[in-house]
């Protein structure tokens, strides 16, 4: 991008370079250049760089990218980093920032404009009353507040609203279904404008155009419709999971007391086998009077537990498990019949016999009939596995609490396996219906194109042969290196092949010593310098579309901040603050929303970026490496996604806070629950960052790693690099693409071919997995769980894991083979680390629990706290530019060098409890009025 200046805009800089490079000129001079000259230079740069200037054709091109853009995700950040990668991809200068700003705006706006007009094209009038009923009648609006609330738990209460609440939209969602896939709008834009209905008051929702207000009731409708689904399911699976653990328990629990019981009793039984060889005992002792002296020793009843002990026959934990099943029967029957018979389960065909004994169950449970009264040979017998036949069927028939459950424990499997799928989902619809569609695939060059994606429009062969070369260069390098004793990490042990490598500690950076020496200040303060310089407040729109903002709503904005952020709660911050409650909950009900704290975190975040010692912090030049990693909080109250995790948590229940954090800033945040594979979210959380720091590498610890990341994040253009612990203990981390015979003499051999055949025969469809995530057509997570897991195994699966073993062993030999990259990694690790650590600091109250009673409220704290930290970040980074500024200018560069290395990541010079004055004139505390007071109070 080129810029046109004055003299008097860039004399400092004109300054700097007399001074560094002409010390003898005596007089000032002029740097005025005339536009003709100007453009000479500029095509002499062009030229140079192989660029070309942003023509008004090109330009035209811009609009028709931002068109296809905008129907992917209309998010201005998102479009605009789209729309300059476009340009860099072919060279071109980037326009100017007015432009580009005025050009997403039309994109976004036509974009509304053309889904609104063919919806109310599309939208039948009887539906149309339907909604201006919720939007204008009293008891449409309740309606909708009811809606809109989440489910705190899995209860039976709880859940018997949640089907009522979805039985309340069927009629609206069933127009839905008909009207939006015509629209050609992404599952993305659905949930963006469904959002709307949560983030606007109703009021909001009254008095904006009406053609938007149905497209955000609508796209609210099938979203929540949909969302109310995935809740049953995860109420289903919960409720499964609970009742299996619980009968392995008891069964364990009962072996083990059968056990011990029978371990008292060998003693007696030993007295019985003594009668036996009992001299004094006379010949002719009838067998009836010795089992009644045995029976006296040990009584009757314990016979078998202690001769089942002695004979060392295995107690049958299976038997004991399935019977207590029976006992859980009225449980399991409350909890998990209303879900089942409330939700259409749907198989692929070599799940047959699964969905009929299943149609069987709801057929009969919708009729209320008794399972148990029903003919034994009416049950298809098919689903039950040949070894637990024993333990259900019996000689006289089926036993029905059995076969319930089995249904049920069948159909947790298969969902979690995506072997069994609901239609009306969101993360358990078929995974053919997370893809593009068929008939859109037919464009799928275009497709391809649009994405820009190098290793998707490259032909398979070209794409596998550069891979194959580049994987057995470095297995003969790496291996070469290691003989030849110049990778001095690599320990080899006594043996054949025996290797370790050795670790490094990279230090801890939280809090560095040079904090020490600044002084106090308020967090209200830091948070009031950050906003004057970065101007966050500007993202709090007002949900009633007002602009204006007076320096009241500042301060009772930045106070429901602090109050969330520091976990101290608005009622609290009224008690504590010159902001009253009212105040407090008026701005947070119409300005403080997860949309509107994302916008505010990324402006902090881009405004960091321009800080000077920002570079510094790209661990490696040019290059900014990111991390990822789950914090856990216990959750105060019970929430749909709050989890037990005894690890953690012990007795109660909690969350993970999942942060990407690049050059010590925290860009972005997810909540999920505590059980959550944090590998399910790595893409999601790096592809979706709105903010203006992109990451090159991105790094997590072992649980960020699946069987596909590699893969996908090496298509989407980052380089994924975890930590691992333990290389040499694992067999399946390095592949080659000969058989293992060939690397005979290798100390880090491959564990086997790779299946080169099997990728070129899916690659069609790994191409079309990879648009449909990059189209935003599909939950990332959802799929990217499906396609990671070992539950089952296609082979368009298998193809992608292949893939992902290419990618994989590359990175794993590179990491093996250089300190600096472990290195970095590290660091970049103990950058989150260090996050986690100003974050614990700032949601200090209360121990840091979340307080509050809905997955929403909880993202609404977490960036809430993530914008104090941003704010501490930012406030610590400017401090140190100016000081790195300052020692550059008087080349102190031993200083400069020492500033580029601490970390912007420190609280102890930040106040965040509260001030205190106690030289200020005090009254004596009055114990007798006080006591008084209560007095009259109990």
């Known amino acids: 991008m080129f810029f046109t200046f004055r003299q008097g805009e860039i004399q400092e800089d004109v300054s700097y370079i007399v001074k560094t490079y002409f010390l003898n000129l005596e007089q000032a001079i002029s740097v005025e250049v005339s536009k003709p000259t100007r453009l000479i230079h500029q095509d002499m740069i062009l030229c140079l760089l192989g660029y070309k200037i942003c023509t008004q054709d090109i330009k035209s091109e811009l609009k028709n990218k931002a068109d296809q853009i905008v129907r992917i995700f209309n998010r201005p950040i998102y ?164 009742y299996i653990n619980e009968a392995k328990a008891s069964a364990k629990d009962q072996v083990y007391e059968y056990k011990t019981e029978a371990n008292r009793y060998l003693k007696d039984a030993a007295r019985v086998l003594q009668l036996f060889v009992d001299e004094n005992m006379a010949e002719d002792v009838s067998f009836s009077r010795v089992k009644e002296m045995a029976f006296e020793m040990l009584a009757k009843e314990k016979f078998p537990v202690v001769s089942q002990y002695i004979s060392k026959m295995q107690f049958d934990e299976i038997e004991y498990e399935w019977n207590h099943y029976v006992r859980l029967a009225n449980t399991f029957k409350r909890n998990l019949r209303q879900i089942f018979l409330n939700i259409d389960f749907r198989g692929h065909s070599s799940n047959y016999t699964l969905i009929q004994a299943a149609s069987f169950l709801k057929e009969v449970l919708s009729k209320k009939n008794i399972l148990g009264r029903i003919k034994p040979e009416s049950f298809p017998q098919a689903i039950i596995p040949e070894k637990l036949k024993r333990y259900i069927c019996s000689e006289t ?95 080899i042990g006594k043996g054949k092949n025996i290797w370790k490598l050795s670790r490094e500690k990279i230090e801890d950076e939280t809090n560095h010593s040079f904090y020490g020496e600044l002084p106090q200040v308020s967090i209200s303060d830091v948070l009031h310098f950050t906003n004057e310089h970065c101007q966050f407040i500007n993202a709090f729109n007002h949900s009633l579309g007002k602009t204006s903002r007076s320096r009241a709503e500042y301060n009772s904005i930045s106070a429901s901040i602090l109050a969330q952020g520091l976990n101290i709660g608005l009622t609290k911050m009224d008690e504590i603050s010159d902001i009253n409650y009212s105040e407090l909950s008026s701005a947070t009900s119409n300005f403080i929303r997860a949309e509107t704290l994302k916008s505010a975190n990324d402006l902090v975040s881009n405004r960091i970026t321009s800080l000077p010692i920002f570079e510094h912090y790209n661990i490696k030049n040019d290059i900014i490496h990111s991390s990822s990693d789950g914090q856990k909080f216990e959750t105060q109250f019970n929430t749909i996604n709050s989890r037990f995790s005894p690890k953690y948590f012990g007795l109660k229940k909690g969350i993970s806070a999942y942060t990407l954090v690049a050059n010590h800033v925290p860009i972005n945040a997810k909540i999920f629950g505590a059980n959550a594979h944090e590998s399910h979210y790595v893409f999601d959380i790096i592809y979706n960052n709105t903010s203006g720091i ?245």
């Open 79 to 242: 479009i605009f980093r789209e729309l300059i990668n476009y340009l860099e991809g072919r060279r071109i200068v980037i326009p100017g920032y007015t432009f580009l700003q005025d050009l997403i705006g039309e994109a976004i706006s036509n974009e509304s404009i053309r889904l609104t007009s063919l919806l109310v094209q599309g939208l039948p009038n009887t539906i149309k009353d339907v909604l201006n009923e919720l939007l204008i009648s009293d008891d449409g609006l309740s309606r909708l507040a009811q809606l809109r609330k989440e489910p705190k738990d899995f209860s039976h209460k709880v859940i018997t609203e949640e089907i009522q609440k979805r039985e309340s939209i069927r009629p609206l969602y069933d127009i839905t279904i008909k009207t939006l896939p015509t629209c050609d709008i992404s599952n993305e834009n659905i949930r963006q404008y469904a959002n709307m209905v949560g983030y606007y008051s109703t009021t909001r929702l009254r008095r904006i155009k009406r053609d938007d207000s149905y497209l955000y009731l609508i796209c609210f409708i099938f979203h929540r419709y949909q969302k109310i689904n995935d809740d049953l399911i995860n109420a289903f699976i919960y409720h499964v999971n609970k």
């Open 397 to 491: 028939g089926i036993n029905a609490d059995k076969y319930e459950f089995l249904i049920y424990r069948h159909l947790r499997s298969c969902l979690q396996a995506g072997d069994v799928f609901v239609d009306d989902s969101l993360n358990y619809r078929s995974f053919e219906e997370e893809l593009i569609d068929l008939e859109k695939w037919k464009q799928k060059d275009e497709l391809i194109r649009r994405l820009e994606f190098p290793y998707l429009s490259d032909p398979v062969d070209l794409v596998l042969a550069s891979f194959e070369e580049e994987l057995e260069y470095k297995l003969k390098t790496v291996n070469e290196r290691i003989k030849s004793r110049l990778n001095p990490h690599i320990k």
């Open 694 to 938: 992109d990451p090159d590498v991105h790094s997590t610890d072992t649980h960020g790693t699946n069987e596909v990341n590699f893969a996908i994040l090496h298509i989407f253009g980052y380089l994924f690099a975890p930590r691992y612990n333990d290389l040499a203990g694992r067999q399946n981390m390095i592949y080659g693409f000969n058989n293992p015979s060939f690397y005979e003499d290798y100390i880090l051999k491959p564990v086997r071919k790779i299946d080169i055949q099997l990728i070129k025969d899916e690659w069609e469809n790994i191409l079309r997995i990879m648009v449909s995530l990059g189209q935003k057509s599909t939950t990332q997570a959802a799929i990217i769980r499906r396609l990671s897991s070992y539950e089952r195994v296609n082979k368009t699966k298998r193809a992608l894991w292949e893939y992902d073993n290419i990618i994989k062993s590359m990175y794993v030999l590179d990491y093996i083979d250089s300190l600096e990259l472990r290195q970095n990694v590290q660091k970049a690790l103990n950058r989150g680390e260090a996050y986690h650590k100003l974050r614990r600091a700032i949601s200090y109250a209360h121990f840091g629990k979340f307080r509050v009673k809905s997955e929403s409220e909880q993202q609404v704290w977490n960036d809430c706290s993530r914008l104090i930290a941003n704010s501490i970040i930012f406030y610590n980074a400017y401090i140190l530019s100016e000081l790195l500024k300052q020692k550059e200018y008087s080349k102190s560069y031993d200083e400069a060098n020492i500033i580029k290395k601490i970390s912007p990541v420190a609280w102890r010079h930040i106040n965040l409890y509260g001030h205190y004055e106690l030289r200020r004139e005090r009254n004596s505390i009055n114990i007798d009025e006080m006591i008084n007071t209560l007095g009259k109070v109990l």
